[in-house]
């Protein structure tokens, strides 16, 4: 009998240890990653049929690693499982083509009730957030512009590591670039959002959910 393959991405282990044997007396749990740019590279060699996502994670976030893995998986699953019972979060979230909102307080089996709801194709959104405050604030950021398309995908990454407090060199060595083009990039983004120190940037990064408030 073939069993759907589930990857979990959480950057802290017991979580991800939970999930894992959770799932797996009914899916197959093909692996378990702890930050987003290691859930994309896991995702093009395990081809998962659904992830389970963190919103917060280091390197790169929850959010954008899931946009990646759809891009090159069209017809992946992404549940988010997060603390943030924030609504308009969780917009962002189904506006991104989530098929399900999960929070970490919930019972456990309604994490495996979501998978088998995304498996369905349909989506599911924990009881304790309103689907109609959660669908209306989708529909407004649908007609609005997007702050986040103010920046490319890679101004975003290094966006996210400078506000996670990475030095230059490391984030060069984490994206594979020069110092000289990190410092390239910071410029751009500080004159994209006319910020004007490390603090207008970290500010940015908490309201587009980049890094953990």
């Known amino acids: 009998m073939h069993r759907s393959r589930i990857l979990i991405a959480d950057d ?5 240890e ?24 896991a995702a093009s060699e395990l081809r998962p049929d659904v992830i389970v996502v963190d919103v917060a994670m280091p390197v790169l976030n929850g959010l954008d690693a899931a ?37 970490k307080t919930c019972a456990p089996a309604e994490m495996v009730t979501a998978v088998r709801t995304a498996l369905r194709g349909r989506t599911y959104l924990s009881p304790t957030l309103s689907k109609d405050t959660v669908g209306f604030l989708r529909r407004q950021r649908e007609r609005l512009e997007e702050e986040g398309e103010r920046l490319t995908e890679r101004q975003r990454e290094v966006l996210q590591l400078l506000a996670e407090g990475r030095a230059m060199k490391e984030i060069g060595g984490i994206l594979n670039m020069t110092t000289r083009t990190v410092a390239f990039h910071k410029y751009r983004i500080m004159e994209a ?18 890094i953990a408030a």
């Open 12 to 16: 802290h282990n017991l979580v991800a």
């Open 18 to 41: 939970l999930c894992k044997k959770l799932l797996e007396s009914e899916f197959e749990v093909v692996g378990t990653v702890s930050n987003g740019r290691d859930l994309v590279r």
């Open 193 to 210: 959002l006319d910020a004007k120190n490390n603090a207008d940037l970290v500010k940015y990064a908490v309201r587009n959910h980049l």
């Open 67 to 103: 946009v990646r893995v759809k891009e090159m998986l069209p017809t992946v699953r992404t549940i988010f499982l997060t603390m943030n019972n924030d609504p308009m979060v969780a917009a962002e979230a189904f506006r991104r083509g989530a098929s399900g909102y999960l929070l």
